[in-house]
C-alpha cells in the first residue's frame, strides 16, 4: 500500500478527484490512501502566506504551515518520500512513475502564489513538474502522480495486461483502437481486427506503434531496431501502407518456402 499525503491550500480539489475512476479503485481495493492536509489547519492564525522579502511581487506561502503539516506525517508514519511542485522541477514520465510506485509513503507539497518560502526545501527530496509552462498550483501535479502511480500498483486496474500495451511502456507509442459499431459514418473497423489472426493483428499493432512513433515522437526510436523494426520503419518512410508492405512480404516469405 502507498500513502498519499497532499499538502494544499484546496483539498476539495484532490478529494473530488480521487472519488471517482482509476484512483478511487485503488483506494477501494486498500492499495492506496489518500490523506489531504489543508496548510490553513496549521497556520498560526490561519494565516498561510505573506508578502516576500527583498520587495518581490506576489505572495509566498509561509514556511510554518508546512514544517508543521510535514512533521505531523512524520509522527505518525515516519518520515515520507517528499516531492513539491516547481516550473522547473523533474518533469513527470513513465520512468519517474515507475520509480515512485516503489515508495511507501509520498507527501506532494502543492505550490501556490509565487512560490513557498525556500528553507521549506530542507524536507524535500525531489522537485516535480508536468512541463515547461506554468500553473496557477500544483494539484493538478499531484493529481497527476496519484492516478499515474496508482495505475501501476498490481491489481488495481482491472485487465492488467492493458499495462504491458501503454505507450511509454514499451519501445513504441500505442497503436489506433477501435470499438463498436463496426461502421460509423462511413468510417470502418479495419478488416484485418476483425480476422481473428492473431499473428497478422499483432503485425498490424507493431506497424501502427512504429508509424506512430515516427510521425509524433521520432526522439523516441530506438537506434537499437531488430530486423523487423528496421524493415517497417523503411517501409514506413518508403510511404508503404501496412497492406502494400504486408502483401509484398507475405509474398517474399512465400518465395523462400519454395
Not at 121 to 147: M, P, Q, R, W, Y
Not at 210 to 239: C, F, H, M, Y
Request: aromatic residues 10%; contains cysteine.
Amino acid at each position: 500500500m502507498i500513502h498519499f499525503f497532499i499538502l494544499t491550500l484546496f483539498p476539495s480539489v484532490i478529494e473530488c478527484y480521487c472519488s471517482v475512476g482509476i484512483v478511487n479503485q485503488a483506494i477501494k481495493k486498500g492499495k492506496v490512501t489518500i490523506s489531504t492536509l489543508n496548510l490553513r489547519d496549521f497556520a498560526p492564525k490561519g494565516q498561510v502566506d505573506d508578502e516576500a522579502y527583498g520587495g518581490f511581487p506576489g505572495m509566498v506561502i509561509k514556511p510554518e504551515p508546512i514544517f508543521e503539516a510535514y512533521e505531523s506525517i512524520v509522527s505518525e508514519y515516519g518520515k515520507p518520500y517528499v516531492l513539491i511542485t516547481e516550473p522547473w522541477g523533474r518533469k513527470i514520465d513513465q520512468k519517474f512513475l515507475e520509480e515512485l510506485k516503489c515508495k511507501k509513503t509520498i507527501a506532494i507539497i502543492c505550490g501556490r502564489y509565487e512560490g513557498i518560502d525556500e528553507r521549506v526545501k530542507k524536507i524535500v527530496n525531489e522537485e516535480v513538474s508536468l512541463g515547461d509552462f506554468i500553473l496557477s498550483g500544483g494539484e493538478l501535479v499531484a493529481l497527476t502522480l496519484i492516478e499515474g502511480i496508482s495505475r501501476l500498483i498490481p491489481s488495481v486496474l482491472s485487465d492488467p495486461e492493458s499495462l504491458k500495451e501503454d505507450s511509454f511502456k514499451s519501445r513504441w507509442l500505442g497503436y489506433p483502437v477501435y470499438t463498436r459499431p463496426r461502421e460509423y459514418k462511413g468510417m470502418k473497423v479495419p478488416q484485418i481486427l476483425l480476422s481473428g489472426n492473431h499473428r497478422l493483428i499483432e503485425l498490424w499493432k507493431l506497424w501502427h506503434r512504429i508509424e506512430n512513433t515516427l510521425k509524433k515522437r521520432p526522439q523516441l526510436v530506438p537506434q537499437d531496431l531488430n530486423s523487423l523494426e528496421e524493415e517497417i520503419v523503411n517501409a514506413i518512410k518508403k510511404g508503404f501502407s501496412f497492406e502494400e508492405w504486408l502483401n509484398k512480404r507475405e509474398k517474399r516469405m512465400l518465395k523462400s518456402d519454395l
